[in-house]
């Protein structure tokens, strides 16, 4: 399941949501292999903050807190799953 | 087992799956902390004692699985495998029941003693999951007992089956099988570990299926030399072997048939109930409109068509309210500056220049507030993500990467964030790419420009006409960007795989919270930057002295007319209008003071001035130069910041190109059209 859905967000920007719906997936199950997935150096977790001390103190924190994307990208340069 | 044997029992489980609620309910006021020895992991024991007999409890680190790869994770599995408690009980989150069986597989497979507390029955309940509680005990062969820890449900009859480990150890649970080709692997190295390994005979699959796994801590104890050897070469054979059978990686394969086992155990044993899931079934149909390939872009397009017709159609009356103030509140001001024989230049200072420049801006607060409102409605429904997921999918059709648009979303409320948002992209590409096509995204400073033409010169499509402008924005981003990839960064964009947070129904302090502050910046800019550029601008409108104010002999007036010729071809070769252009660069907002300034204010006749000097073509023209062109001071800073001289010279040289020529593009070519 993991390599089909490896396949599957290698295709196309996608969503947990999206994804726990077509593999009949539990979203959190779905987290755990996205997890395993990052310690495979296959996704990268997203991080917001910016700064390698993060958001506190930052001036612009309000305005980027109001977009709190979060998720995971596909690594480049990674065929063997 | 002796009846008056002290037991202990470790208690494993998932962070958040309510295992501390356990212990504390198990152990109440009857605990210690201290730590893991070596680390400083937080170690907690308690004790309970049931039916006169005592049993230790010992709180092992939240953990979702027994691999090597965190602290936690190690410090948990050598309690486990070298302490060997009498029992461990899996606290299981029900309503997250398959990734925290994950750990639980993890402990069956080690040769635990498990017992389940599947804990937030209630929340599994709410959420519309019923456990078929007899079918999940046989499937798995552990005892299962349902609680609500932080009701303290259960938890009785969870020290009782604790208890009975006094009686009867629990059974060890039923093996997962992982097919026949790791299987047939697996059994060949659990043979090897048992030869190399005498004293690792009892968990010896379990020490076989993490070194197939290739965990490093498994991996580390080969280092030693004779038996070791023969494990190496059998583990190197299997290994091999099945990655040439199954085409991919063994870890991966072993990872992913236990997700599969665990998919049909919860399959097994669960149900949907009809009533909850209609309820999740709306909000899946919602995102299946406004996440959909067909209609998801349309909705995000109709959402902003209405959110400006609303910032019009709302604001108008009130923003006439507020012009109508200043214009009463120049004219005051001057009366009562003359009765009191004030200079000529105060009542000018006063009334023209900060009352003017100042005024024309704040005119646009109501429709500046409303747009805000609109915006964190969008954000605290969960849309906003739903949208930037949308924007994504269309940006990587055109090969963009998906990240980038982040901090062009940002971009809609300023570029100077936006900008330093480029910096959550990792490849250095991406960033300069992003920074140099976000300032073409419409900072809501850019709105006053929009908001003063549209009202003179399209009053029937105001929010017709300030949409297309924000599309605009959002289409030359994307072209540019395109170009500038094939020019300077040729490279293949990453798919994203992102997480929507629920719908909810956005709360009415949160929302008042998240526009007051937003509405604040922008007053507080008017009251600071703009009022003192309001007032440079009234010097050289006035200066040398005695000169008429702002014509065209003035200090401003002449400057302005140095550049005036470059914009005749896009129909506004006026001075004034190479001016507000030109303060723009200090700030957006300052388009419009600058012209407020010159002509008076909103009130003092600036619209019409505008209403004789443009026509809907040259205006339009304008409006776009003023999306465009040269970012202002503080986007340079932070594109300098950000990136280096070279990049922040093509930012503002593309930038001016681009505005003057669709300017000239818009009047030239329109007016061969109309």
Redesign the interface.
């Known amino acids: 399941?993991?390599?089909r859905i490896l396949a599957e967000?290698?295709?196309?920007?996608?969503?947990?949501?999206?994804?726990s719906?077509k593999f009949?997936?539990?979203e959190?199950?779905l987290?755990?292999?996205?997890?395993?997935m990052v310690?495979?150096g296959l996704?990268?977790e997203?991080?917001?903050?910016?700064?390698p001390k993060g958001c506190k103190g930052c001036r612009?924190q309000?305005?980027?807190q109001?977009?709190?994307?979060?998720?995971?990208?596909?690594?480049?340069g990674q065929d063997?799953? | 087992m002796s009846a008056k044997r002290k037991i202990e029992v470790a208690l494993a489980g998932n962070p958040n799956s309510g295992k501390t609620s356990i212990f504390n309910a198990l152990t109440r006021a009857k605990q210690s902390v201290g730590n893991w020895p070596g680390v400083t992991v937080e170690r907690k024991e308690g004790r309970f004692v049931f039916e006169g007999h005592e049993t230790k409890v010992v709180d092992l680190p939240g953990t979702?699985?027994l691999?090597a790869?965190t602290l936690d994770e190690r410090v948990a599995r050598d309690y486990l495998t070298c302490e060997k408690p009498d029992a461990v009980v899996a606290v299981v989150d029900a309503s997250?029941?398959?990734?925290?069986l994950?750990l639980v597989a993890q402990l069956l497979e080690l040769g635990a003693p498990v017992i389940i507390a599947l804990n937030m029955m209630d929340v599994a309940r709410s959420r519309g999951l019923e456990i078929d509680i007899d079918r999940l005990e046989k499937v798995l062969g552990v005892k299962v007992v349902p609680t609500v820890a932080s009701k303290g449900v259960g938890i009785e009859r969870l020290q009782q089956v604790v208890h009975d480990i006094h009686r009867d150890a629990p059974p060890p649970g039923l093996p997962i099988s992982y097919g026949d080709d790791i299987e047939g692997g697996l059994a060949q190295l659990t043979e090897a570990v048992r030869a190399a390994w005498p004293d690792r005979t009892e968990g010896a699959r379990w020490w076989a299926l993490k070194l197939l796994e290739g965990d490093s801590d498994a991996l580390a104890l080969l280092a030693g030399d004779g038996a070791e050897n023969a494990l190496r070469e059998v583990l190197d054979k299997v290994r091999t072997g099945l990655e040439k059978h199954i085409g991919?990686?063994v870890?991966?394969a072993v990872?992913?048939r236990r997700?599969?086992f665990?998919?049909g155990v919860?399959?097994e044993c669960t149900r949907r109930l009809p009533g909850v899931a209609g309820r999740l079934a709306t909000s899946?149909n919602i995102?299946w409109v406004v996440?959909s390939r067909w209609f998801g872009i349309p909705v995000f397009l109709l959402l902003m068509w209405g959110t400006f017709q609303l910032v019009f159609t709302a604001g108008a009356p009130l923003a006439d309210i507020v012009d109508t103030f200043f214009g009463w509140l120049g004219g005051a001001t001057g009366s009562v500056l003359s009765a009191a024989r004030a200079p000529d230049w105060l009542v000018s200072l006063l009334t023209e220049g900060l009352i003017g420049g100042v005024g024309s801006v704040l005119v646009f607060v109501p429709n500046i507030v409303i747009l805000f409102l609109v915006i964190s409605l969008l954000?605290e429904s969960g849309y906003?993500?739903r949208a930037?997921?949308v924007m994504?999918?269309f940006m990587?059709l055109l090969g963009l990467h998906?990240?980038s648009f982040?901090p062009m979303?940002?971009g809609f409320?300023?570029n100077?964030?936006?900008i330093?948002?480029?910096?959550?992209l990792?490849s250095r590409k991406d960033r300069m790419l992003t920074v140099l096509v976000n300032p073409l995204m419409s900072c809501s400073a850019r709105l006053p420009v929009y908001i003063l033409f549209t009202g003179v010169f399209f009053t029937r499509q105001r929010g017709l006409v300030v949409f297309t402008l924000y599309l605009l924005g959002i289409v030359l981003a994307v072209l540019v960007a395109r170009l500038f990839k094939r020019v300077f960064f040729k490279q293949?964009v990453?798919?994203?795989?992102?997480?929507?947070?629920p719908y909810h129904l956005p709360t009415f302090r949160s929302v008042l919270t998240?526009m007051w502050?937003r509405a604040w910046l922008f007053v507080r800019k008017a009251g600071t930057v703009i009022a003192l550029a309001s007032v440079l601008i009234w010097l050289l409108a006035s200066l040398p002295w005695g000169v008429e104010y702002a014509s065209e002999s003035s200090i401003i007036g002449r400057l302005g007319g140095l550049v005036a010729p470059i914009l005749k071809p896009a129909g506004f070769g006026y001075w004034w209008a190479a001016v507000s252009l030109a303060a723009g660069v200090v700030a957006k907002e300052l388009v419009v003071a600058t012209l407020g300034a010159i002509h008076g204010g909103v009130a003092g006749g600036l619209n019409q001035v505008l209403s004789r000097s443009f026509t809907p073509l040259s205006a339009y023209g304008f409006m776009v130069m003023s999306l465009v062109y040269i970012p202002c001071v503080a986007s340079v800073a932070a594109i300098w910041r950000e990136t280096n001289w070279r990049w922040t010279a093509l930012a503002v040289g593309h930038t001016i190109v681009l505005g003057w020529l669709l300017a000239v593009l818009i009047y030239q070519v329109g007016g061969l059209l109309t």
């Open positions: 399941m993991i390599r967000i290698r295709a196309g920007t996608t969503t947990v949501q999206e994804l719906r009949g997936v539990e959190s199950a987290q755990g292999m996205l997890k395993f310690h495979k996704v990268r997203l991080h917001p903050e910016c700064r612009n309000r305005e980027c109001d977009w709190p994307i979060t998720g995971y990208e596909v690594t480049r063997q799953a | 979702y699985a691999d790869y997250n029941l398959e990734r925290n994950y991919a990686d870890e991966t990872v992913e997700y599969g665990l998919n919860v399959r899946e995102d996440t954000e906003m993500a930037a997921f994504d999918r990587h998906g990240k982040i979303i940002i409320g300023c100077v964030p936006a330093m948002a480029t910096r959550t990792e293949e990453a798919p994203l795989i992102m997480e929507l947070p998240h502050e």
